[in-house]
């Protein structure tokens, strides 16, 4: 059977430099003279998923799981590597791709259009995306007065009538009634029988349990274990056991040397570079300085 997912050699980096200076320093050098302060939220992430399996992403705060499901769910790309995805993705976060000042009808509207169904598809399922979300006549106001459960349970409801390959539910399920979650379970589960791909992310190992067939741990950035759900959120919760025991500063202080790994690795990696030569580095300077002296010279010119 052929994947529906692969992940490859998968990092993501973010400049954590928000120097006003060395941003105005960049654009005038064209990046030569910039230093950047890599932060690798993701490296060399690798997996495999096959259609109709269920995973569940589980891991620490900071650890780089909404970073993942994004890059799932095609809102952003990956800075090295690929993700092949044999279908269409859809990504169901807290607010995510909602207009706040927009009503819960527009936003029906708005994203399904997003997601290429016609006028005449989403009137036909229009009224099945309101009953499932329970909003009611709360479904004419604009989203910006919902609650948190509330605006999980219309970015659910649109995305399962949208009837998309891959299903990335992002922390989605963590707000609102037990009832309302335990509903869009069963909705997954009827995902899943129809060989559609489900990734979950959640703190709950008793919800990844019920839910997927594996799990994937993601630990500050990186793969810490991928396999069958049962005996990786078992190890995972007797770390979080163990992690919930420490003093706050301990927890503190463990994190912080976490993500310091995290900067110290995109350093490297900077600095495994090949450096540029001085040719390199004085040319986008002279291209620039002569530029703005064309401008200056062609203002100060008098018409005779």
């Known amino acids: 059977m052929g994947y529906k997912v692969k992940v490859e050699n998968v990092s993501k980096v973010y400049d954590l430099n928000h120097s006003r ?34 995973i569940g992403i589980i891991g620490l705060n900071g650890s780089g799981k909404s970073t993942l499901s994004d890059l799932l769910g095609e809102v952003t790309v990956p800075t090295t590597g690929k993700i092949k995805i044999n279908g269409r993705s859809s990504l169901i976060a807290i607010s995510a791709g909602l207009n706040m000042d927009l009503t819960g009808e527009e936003n029906i509207r708005m ?49 399962i009538h949208t009837d998309p390959d891959v299903l990335i539910v992002d922390e989605a399920l963590s707000v609102g009634d037990e009832t309302f979650s335990d509903k869009c379970i069963v909705k997954m589960k009827e995902f899943q029988q129809q060989g559609k791909t489900i990734f979950f992310v959640s703190h709950s190992g008793k919800q990844v349990l019920k839910m997927c067939d594996k799990a994937l741990w993601i630990h500050y950035g990186e793969v810490r274990d991928y396999g069958e759900s049962k005996p990786i ?37 900077m600095l495994r570079k090949k450096p540029r030569s001085l040719t390199a580095y004085i040319s986008p300077v002279v291209i620039t300085l002569l530029f703005l002296l064309s401008i200056l010279f062609q203002g100060n010119m008098m018409p005779f």
């Not at 960049?26 to 890599?38: D, I, N, R, V």
Request: proline residues 2%; aromatic residues 12%; glycine residues 6%.
């Open 111 to 159: 994203k399904c259009l997003m997601h290429g169904l016609s006028q005449q598809q989403i009137d036909e399922r229009y009224n099945d995306i309101v009953d499932f979300s329970e909003l009611g006549e709360f479904i004419k106001q604009p989203i910006k007065s919902y609650s948190s459960g509330m605006k999980s349970r219309l970015g659910f409801s649109i995305a």
């Open 21 to 54: 200076k060395d941003k105005l320093l960049s654009l005038f050098t064209m990046g030569h003279f910039y230093k950047e302060k890599p932060y690798y939220a993701l490296r060399d992430i690798n997996f495999e998923v096959q259609s109709g399996e269920s």
């Open 233 to 269: 959120v078992k190890e995972y919760v007797n770390f979080i056991k163990k992690f919930n025991d420490m003093t706050k500063k301990e927890q503190l202080d463990y994190k912080g040397k976490m993500i310091s790994q995290q900067q110290r690795r995109g350093e490297e990696t």
